[in-house]
């Protein structure tokens, strides 16, 4: 092996297994993230300017779980693979094996709180601002999922750094970019969510702290996507430099900074809800 290549760390997917029942570090990663954002955003709704009650953040917990997961995996087979799967509709349900989109999941998730917050007479933007805060912990996680899982590597380079992973065919030197993502869309994001909540106080701004965190996702993912190998069955797009990652986040960081804008321009909230 070349002295500029670094093994890969050999993890195995199942972190439990008992007979037919596995329990992967995917699904692992899904479940964490969302007890995160469960217990980050009941701390955030009890501070003022309150939004809701702690308690009502236990009900929609379940409603968001759901819009992620069919979200994600509506948006992989739309965006990503709309011909295999209109060929082989029963492998929609295979979710085990992967093939989960974050634009997708954000779609679902934004769904269930436009929903949510109707139902219940919240404010749309301070709820949405709620959790937005722990999102980039779950990201984080997923991405680490996708480096265990030895998938969406990066790639070929001579960086010091690069590794082989086990599943490509090629078996060429690659960028660990699924860590690179892991820290731009996950511990970077966070840190500048922690800052904008905790030194800035952006909640009484009602939609700062969602369009910080879909123009932040949008951005980090597109330098991500630098070093990302595209999906082999999509490729290149627009001449051979942009990707479907790229293409997706694009209307993300417009939307963002709108959601700034608008957060801007108004009067702070300076009572409870």
């Known amino acids: 092996m070349s002295p500029l290549v670094i093994p890969y760390p050999q993890i195995d997917p199942v972190l439990v297994a008992i007979g037919p029942f596995a329990i992967r570090w995917y699904a692992l990663a899904y479940v964490a993230g969302l007890v995160f954002a469960w217990w980050l955003t009941r701390r955030v709704v009890a501070e003022p300017p309150t939004v809701m009650e702690p308690r009502q953040v236990d009900d929609f917990l379940f409603y968001a779980s759901l819009g ?3 979200g994600g995996r509506l948006g ?9 799967y ?14 989960m989109s974050f634009h997708g999941g954000l779609l679902g998730v934004t769904a269930t709180i436009i929903w949510y917050a109707h139902r219940h ?5 301070r709820f949405a601002d709620a959790i937005a805060i722990a999102t980039p912990v779950g990201l984080m996680l997923g991405r680490l999922a996708n480096f265990i899982n030895g998938e969406l590597w990066g ?16 078996q060429l030197p690659r960028h660990p970019s699924q860590l690179y993502q892991a820290f731009l869309e996950g511990a970077l994001l966070f840190a500048v969510m922690l800052v904008l909540w905790k030194v800035f106080d952006a909640r009484r701004r009602p939609g700062l702290l969602c369009g910080a965190m879909c123009a932040g996702y949008g951005l980090a993912r597109m330098t991500g996507e630098l070093w990302r190998e595209p999906d082999a ?3 290149y797009l627009a001449g051979g430099w942009l990707t479907m990652g790229m293409l997706l986040s694009l209307p993300l960081v417009a939307f963002g900074a709108w959601l700034i804008w608008r957060g801007l321009s108004r009067p702070p909230v300076t009572e409870a809800a």
């Open 68 to 70: 992620v997961i069919l």
């Open 76 to 84: 992989y087979v739309l965006f990503y693979k709309p011909g295999f």
């Open 86 to 99: 209109l060929a082989n509709p029963e492998q929609i349900f295979v979710i085990w094996r992967g093939g």
């Open 121 to 125: 007479k919240i404010d749309l933007f």
């Open 155 to 170: 790639r070929p380079t001579d960086v010091p750094w690069a590794m082989v992973f086990p599943h490509d065919e090629l």
């Open 233 to 235: 069955h999509l490729g």
